[in-house]
């Protein structure tokens, strides 16, 4: 039913546009229309939301099924999805697997303030902010602890008080909210990491540009400046606890991604399908040439 439901909105959506994504450079005209009816209309921006506060609470299974009707129609458009997810995964963990009391208050904190208007009609994005300019896969890689992030969050009284820079997000600077990856004292690893939730707009939050890609336009990717950026302390865990929250969302995203792959993949099988059933040489389609037909079905076996 939701495989249908997506496969159909693709279809309807995106298919008769895909070739105009590239161009909206303000995604006003396609995108954001397209992102809106997904996201909002369709539920999306909700699958990652606990259903006690009025989301989808989707399996990763779900998701990935989404991923992979959506990309087969644009890369783009199904990562803004998916990052939006990915944002609410460490506290949507918190809240229903087994952590401490701390953890549990802090995820409550987080959906008690931001759950709602990500489960209204309006549509809003989020972003899993991480990479940065000295370490992006190094910080992905749990044997460095954490050591090698550079932006910080430090504990003044009753807030988080975060500076530093974030580069390359999916979704940074269109987000409404940031899970933000920071260590209080990156010497200290583990002990002093630190998820800290960040609204947008916010003082002392900016951005760059965003970067200039080919065939990604609708997966907006900016750096995040934060300078001095003060938030509420229940809106930051740290410590191991936080740790495993972070690792159990990097883990999310992989077969999201796979099913992304796969979705891409059978795009662009069938334009090539089209194509070599359209394209007439020798006196009949290539496709039913036997040398094109084996290499038609061999690309076939490896997608489904
Ligand atoms: C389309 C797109 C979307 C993205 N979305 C997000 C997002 O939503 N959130 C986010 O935070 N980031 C995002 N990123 C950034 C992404 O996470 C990083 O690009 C990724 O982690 C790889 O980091 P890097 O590009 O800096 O590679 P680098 O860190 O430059 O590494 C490149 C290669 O160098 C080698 N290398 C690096 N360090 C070492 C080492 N210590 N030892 C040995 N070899 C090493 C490895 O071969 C590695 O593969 C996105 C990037 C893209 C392109």
Redesign the pocket.
Known sequence: MLQKTLADFTDKEIMPVRDKIDDDVTHEKIINPILKKLQVDLGCQRNAIPKDYGGNQLSIVACALKQEQVGRGDYGIS?HSA?TEWCWVPVLLAHLAPFSPKAKAWAKAVLDEFAPKFTSNEFHAG?????EPD????I?NAQNEGRTIKVTAKLEGNEWVINGNKL???NAGIADLNCVICNMDPKLGIDAFALVYVPEPWPGVSHGKPEVKCG?QS?R?NSTYFDNVRVPKEWGLQGPEAWALFKNALAAPMPLNAAHAVGILQGAFDVLLDYTGERVAGGKPIRQHLSSAMILGEMASVIT
Not at 127 to 131: A, E, G, K, P, W
Not at 135 to 138: I, K
């Open positions: 990562m990052v972003c899993f902010n991480m990479s370490s992006a896969c190094d992905e390359w997000a999916s990604m997966d990717n």
